[in-house]
């Protein structure tokens, strides 16, 4: 993709689904491109997509509907109701979320995850487009489905990808690939397995979009925000796929006295073991135009479409909200 896209990732936090059609409509004439959004312990992903598809000309994206959560028929249908809303303008983007959410939460079995994603870009490719599925895969099958009306137009397929398999898979049977926690240092190592895997593939490697969603701590750099920042930062990167990601990264080394405290129960130690360098390499942070030349890191690195998710410390409800809407303002690409 030659047009890079600064974006929106939604719902953001303190407002409700129904107020994101003033906030779209805003961000729309703020020039963002897209509003993408994604699916842990609030919303689901498709909701906040319905509501701004249908009340704005913005694209919109999942990251991610889980390929776990719903079986496939269920999964299909859900992207056609958001396709009818955004007529053209939806991505469906799917990936295996992680460990808790599947296993703890939902009562699943994180089984297979390249082999889960795979199978589902094969069955969502044939439903989608209309088709009578009869399909046996290794993680579930398929006997029948028939979507009862065709999508309006094609729905791109993106796959969330951390490490080197699933990076590939992407760069081989999905439109785009979707990264996050990550540095734009970083950037540049997967975005190449991706590429590589796309031209072994016989595509064309530019025809991969490759879309991420920076977490970006919108509060003055202060001691209590920093905390807050490496407190997210904890919550993430001690899961077991997102552990296994940064080793991957060559960040071991740097973590590796976080992973050690947290695994020995010692959470404050765990927040005090991040290196310094290590929070200003994933999070972005800073005065709006710091915090603007490192979103151009990321795009100079090879993100086509960055999506930005507003993080505040801020614990009054109001506050919180006049916060994030002053940095979707100073975020914006106009």
């Known amino acids: 993709m030659a047009e890079?896209?600064?974006s929106l990732s939604v719902p953001m936090d303190g407002f409700l689904i129904s107020e994101h059609v003033e906030l779209a409509r805003?961000?729309?004439?703020?020039g963002y491109t897209d509003a993408?959004?994604?699916?842990?312990?609030?919303?689901?992903?498709?909701?906040?997509?319905?509501?701004?598809?249908a009340s704005t000309d913005l694209r919109v994206g999942t990251a991610i509907a889980n390929v776990y959560t719903r079986g496939p028929a269920t999964l299909a249908q859900c992207a056609l109701g958001v396709a009818e809303a955004a007529p053209g303008r939806f991505v469906l983007g799917i990936g295996t979320g992680s460990q808790p959410i599947?296993?703890?939460?939902n009562g699943g079995t994180f089984y297979r995850p390249l082999t889960r994603v795979r199978e589902m870009v094969a069955f969502l490719r044939q439903a989608l487009a209309g088709e009578r599925v009869m399909f046996e895969g290794k993680t579930f099958s398929v006997n029948g489905f028939r979507l009862s009306r065709p999508a309006p137009a094609p729905i791109?397929?993106?796959?969330?990808?951390?490490r080197e398999n699933m990076l590939r898979l992407a760069g081989e049977v999905a439109d785009g690939c979707i990264i996050n926690w990550l540095s734009a240092e970083d950037v540049r190592k997967s975005v190449g397995v991706v590429r590589?895997?796309?031209?072994?593939?016989?595509?064309?490697p530019a025809s991969v979009e490759i879309t991420a969603r920076l977490m970006m701590v919108?509060?003055?750099?202060?001691?209590?925000?920093d905390l807050f920042a490496r407190r997210h930062i904890n919550g993430y990167l001690n899961v077991p796929v997102y552990k296994e990601f940064h080793r991957w990264l060559g960040r071991g080394p740097a973590l590796q006295a976080m992973w050690d405290a947290w695994d020995a129960g010692d959470r404050r130690g765990a927040v005090a073991a991040i290196p310094a360098h290590t929070v200003d390499e994933v999070i972005v942070r800073g005065t709006p135009a710091e915090r603007r030349e490192h979103v151009e890191r990321y795009l100079d690195a090879g993100v086509d479409t960055a999506f930005l998710m507003f993080l505040t410390g801020e614990t009054d409800p109001q506050r919180k909200?006049?916060?994030?809407?002053q940095a979707m303002r100073e975020m914006a690409p106009r």
């Open 321 to 325: 909200r006049e916060v994030i809407l």
């Open 26 to 30: 805003e961000a729309e004439r703020l």
């Open 156 to 162: 791109p397929i993106q796959v969330a990808a951390l």
């Open 196 to 204: 590589e895997a796309a031209k072994a593939a016989g595509r064309d």
């Open 4 to 6: 890079k896209r600064i």
């Open 218 to 225: 919108i509060d003055p750099v202060t001691q209590e925000a």
């Open 102 to 105: 599947v296993e703890m939460w």
């Open 36 to 53: 993408w959004s994604y699916e842990v312990d609030g919303t689901d992903c498709f909701a906040p997509l319905a509501v701004i598809g």
